[in-house]
């Protein structure tokens, strides 16, 4: 294996103290070219010599993380723990991954995003998130956390909190200040927006729009055109479709769902 970069005499320091040294490349390959500084590392194992992968500007790498094959690090991204970031993957603008997050295929993790947990985020998806702070403000609070998978063409941004096995996929949005958990799940063109909670195996599908500060729990699915806003709580097994507009309405109940309207067997007190 020929060696593509060189560790420098000029370091920057992890917030626990640990030493990592700027990156030098000794060779051209993709678009670096021998002699341009790079980012920084822990160890060698950080960053392949294989392929063209590379850390950019004072991105961090530092731990067991790797970025492999054509993946980039920029823009004072930072990965540590046992980060993964492989294939055609990037991580920039002051993003931060940690502990056991998986990207991969092409996917885009940028915006000040901050990603914790086993996460996996692949293909063509992109996560641009706000930075989340605790109520103390002291210290940030990952925006996707846990078994969350984002695939596909999904597109996740704005303060948003992802947890307990959420899934976005397909071309499905989820944006603004919506919190997904619990086996919730989010696909085909649906967007899920503004303070908006989805619950235990809740599914949002097709063309669904969810916002406003719409709850969505146990097993309800909202699909086809419908629309939920407002403070609307749907919950149960129900089944929401077609052109439904609901609005500011708290509907429960395990019927079957017509699709053009929407039926339900009570009102929730």
């Known amino acids: 294996m020929m060696l593509k970069y060189r560790t420098i005499e000029q370091y920057t320091y992890t917030a626990d103290n640990r030493k990592l040294a700027r990156i030098e490349a000794v060779r051209d390959f993709g678009t670096v070219k021998a002699g341009m500084l790079g980012g920084f590392i822990e160890t060698n194992e950080n960053l392949s010599h294989d392929g063209n992968c590379w850390i950019a500007d004072n991105a961090i790498a530092a731990g067991r993380s790797r970025v492999s094959r054509n ?145 969505i729990l146990q097993n309800a699915v909202i699909l086809g055109r419908a629309v939920v806003d407002g403070k609307s709580y749907i919950t149960c097994r129900v089944r929401i479709g077609g052109d439904a507009v609901i609005t500011d309405e708290k509907i429960g109940g395990d019927a079957v769902r017509g699709f053009r309207l929407y039926i339900h067997e009570r009102k929730l007190e």
């Open 71 to 215: 993946a980039l690090l920029a823009n004072r991204a930072e990965i540590d723990d046992d980060v993964k970031v492989t294939d055609d993957a990037v991580v920039r603008d002051e993003a931060v991954l940690r502990e056991n997050v998986f990207l991969y295929g092409n996917a885009v993790v940028g915006a000040r995003s901050v990603l914790a947990g086993c996460a996996t985020i692949k293909d063509h998806a992109m996560v641009f998130c706000t930075a989340r702070h605790s109520r103390s403000g002291k210290c940030k609070v990952p925006n996707i956390q846990g078994e969350v998978i984002v695939s596909q063409y999904a597109r996740v941004e704005g303060a948003v909190s992802l947890r307990d096995y959420a899934v976005v996929t397909d071309n499905a949005i989820v944006r603004h200040h919506a919190r997904l958990a619990e086996f919730a799940r989010v696909e085909g063109n649906a967007i899920v927006k503004n303070s908006s909670l989805i619950l235990g195996e809740a599914k949002i599908l097709q063309n669904a729009r969810v916002g406003g500060k719409a709850t």
